[in-house]
């Protein structure tokens, strides 16, 4: 496989070194890219470099995985408008062990052939002293050179400027690169579009301390077709972590895309060919309604990143809420998993002993819960015929709940007008 030409027809591929498409084609090649452990969880902004690795893997390439234990304590500042917080040791280690987890669930890891490697650069950045540094590392890139990036450029022409911190960041990629070329044969380093002038100062110092040749390649930074940024939700960033974003809620994201963008991230986000993949575009375009290409596209990523039965799951959630699936599905789940379901979901606490008495609809909804701010507004929606209570249509303003209306003898689930969902849980 010309895995170039790969990321080529996908709409992956932005920038190139010459003469990088004719290395890679004469054998197994190893190359990398670098993951910033910030945090201690991957998100979906991160799927297209796990996907570019996936690629680099299967056409015979041997992919690493480099997580920054050194270069995440200064922050890089390519495409930020100030200098992030720096982390400790500890808050790090517990980063690198979460970032290790979830990239094996993508890539096939072992030393022999072409199995991905994970590196941490603190393993080599950990014996080098600043001025052992600056004397055989910064002495081979000038200033003017580091001045002339974009991310350099723009951070000094802003409010914030640049600390010394960030603006040797380019230096210290750099060396990631060269140490990575010259002790695991490692000519190719990828990544995103924004990170071009950092990969290339690598290229560079490699060319200049050891007369060596490297190579570049970068993929498109991911855009959605309405101007709002790739893997943000109302409630922020969608995350590979199960426990900070449930499979229910990363199935439906990608369920959700628009049709412009759809038919960009099914070639980018799953391994399925041209041929498979223009078929699902016919049918989609014949009936646009069943969403087709975005069903098949939530149901791979979410497979891929949880698992077959958090897929299930997730598709009888979905089912549950906006379908057919009936009440009994969740007397399959324990209460904890009910709360994880239904995650990103307004949930209210309400008191047993209420329901114990009996507790009428408007109270239950406007005064022991925030599902409607008055009891006016309760009764004018009930009334409406609006709300539906355990996906039964509740009409009577009196209606009474009781214990034996609680699912799972916990929960209630309120459902207002067609889309928004509540859930109450008896405590």
């Known amino acids: 496989m010309n895995f170039v030409e790969e990321l080529r027809w996908r709409g992956m591929l932005h920038d190139i070194m010459p003469e990088t ?11 990398y890219i670098g993951f910033d452990p910030t945090a201690d969880s991957l998100h979906v902004g991160h799927l297209t470099q796990i996907m570019t690795l996936i690629h680099f893997q ?113 230096l210290v990629q750099g060396y990631d690169f060269y140490y990575l070329w010259k002790h695991h044969n490692c000519s190719l380093q990828m990544g995103g579009s924004d990170q071009w002038g950092n990969i290339v100062t690598g290229t560079e110092l490699i060319r200049k301390k050891d007369a060596g040749t490297a190579y570049a390649l970068t993929t498109q930074l991911i855009k959605k077709a309405d101007g709002t940024k790739f893997g943000k939700t109302e409630s922020g960033a969608v995350w590979l972590d199960a426990e900070k974003t449930s499979p229910y809620k990363f199935y439906q994201f990608w369920l959700n895309a628009s049709d412009d963008d759809v038919k960009k991230w099914i070639r ?52 549950f809420l906006f379908g057919n699936e009936p009440l009994s599905f969740l007397s399959t789940f324990n209460d904890q998993q009910v709360l994880e379901i239904f995650e990103g979901i ?53 209606h009474v709940f009781e214990k034996m209306d609680l699912i799972n003898q916990k929960f209630i689930i309120i459902q207002k007008g067609k889309k928004n969902y509540f859930l109450i849980s008896a405590v």
């Open 58 to 170: 299967k056409a015979g390439h041997k992919p690493y995985a480099l997580v920054g234990g050194a270069t995440g304590m200064v922050g890089d500042p390519s495409g930020k408008s100030a200098e992030r917080n720096l982390l400790d040791d500890e808050t790090l280690n517990h980063n690198l062990t979460q970032l290790k987890k979830q990239l094996a669930k993508f890539l096939t890891f072992e030393e022999e052939g072409n199995g991905a490697m994970m590196v941490n650069n603190a393993d080599w950045f950990k014996n080098i002293g600043f001025l052992e540094f600056v004397r055989d590392i910064g002495k081979h890139i000038t200033v003017n050179y580091m001045m002339a990036k974009d991310s350099v450029r723009k951070r000094l022409d802003g409010e914030t400027g640049m600390s010394f911190t960030e603006f040797t960041y380019q």
């Open 21 to 31: 498409e004719e290395k890679l084609m004469q054998g197994m090649a190893s190359g």
């Open 346 to 398: 307004p949930q209210f606490d309400v008191s047993l002993s209420d329901f114990g008495t009996g507790i009428d609809a408007v109270t239950l909804l406007a005064e022991k819960s925030s599902v409607f701010s008055s009891k006016g507004e309760a009764k004018k929606f009930i009334q409406g015929g609006g709300l539906s209570v355990n996906k039964e249509k509740v009409l009577d303003v009196a």
């Open 268 to 319: 980018i986000f799953t391994l399925k060919d041209q041929i498979e993949i223009e078929k699902l575009e016919e049918e989609h375009n014949i009936a646009p309604h069943l969403r087709v290409l975005q069903k098949a596209l939530a149901e791979d990523i979410t497979v891929k990143a949880h698992s077959a039965e958090a897929l299930e799951t997730a598709i009888k959630t979905s089912n």
